[in-house]
């Protein structure tokens, strides 16, 4: 049916999975980091946009699965967060990719049967249902988790 996208924002590093779709069948096709290396914070968001896109452009999804930004406890943390979800979603409408958003418990309900699982409960639930030969690092897996939680919630078809 397609090719899914699966991102775990995040201004410093932000996870990505990619994970091909055939009515039941999952296959993973890839996934990674992208540790945005400049000094401002502006700097930072560019380079996300541009390696989102890039992989967007790479992988052509039909969809792309991310996770919702919670309110942290410290607001300026959460403003953040919310502006590399925003480039993000600018590069997914540059494409014409639509975003689906599923908050984190949902994520790790869906994928570990726990909605407060920890983060090494998720990456290893991730390599056992994609059949990973290793354990994916945690941003990559959140993201892996995101693309699984959105075909196990509506399919492929959308």
């Avoid at 890839?30 to 000094?39: K, L, N, W, Y």
């Avoid at 639930?125 to 959140?142: G, H, K, Q």
């Amino acid at each position: 049916m397609g090719t899914l996208v699966g991102i775990d924002p995040g201004s410093r590093i932000t996870g990505f999975g990619v994970l091909h779709v055939e009515e039941e069948e999952v296959r993973h096709v890839d996934h990674g980091r992208i540790r945005a290396s400049g000094g401002e914070r502006s700097e930072r968001l560019i380079e996300i946009y541009h390696r989102i896109s890039d992989v967007l452009a790479e992988h052509q999804p039909h969809a792309v699965a991310m996770e919702e930004v919670f309110m942290a406890k410290n607001p300026t943390s959460a403003l953040v967060l919310g502006q590399a979800r925003g480039v993000i979603l600018g590069a997914c409408i540059a494409q014409q990719v639509k975003v689906y958003d599923y908050p984190s418990t949902q994520i790790k309900r869906m994928v570990t049967g726990d909605g407060h699982a920890s983060k090494h409960k998720v990456q290893f639930m991730v390599r056992v249902a994609l059949e990973l030969t290793e354990t994916p690092e945690e941003d990559a897996a959140d993201a892996l988790a995101a693309a699984l939680c959105h075909h196990r919630s509506v399919g492929a078809q959308a």
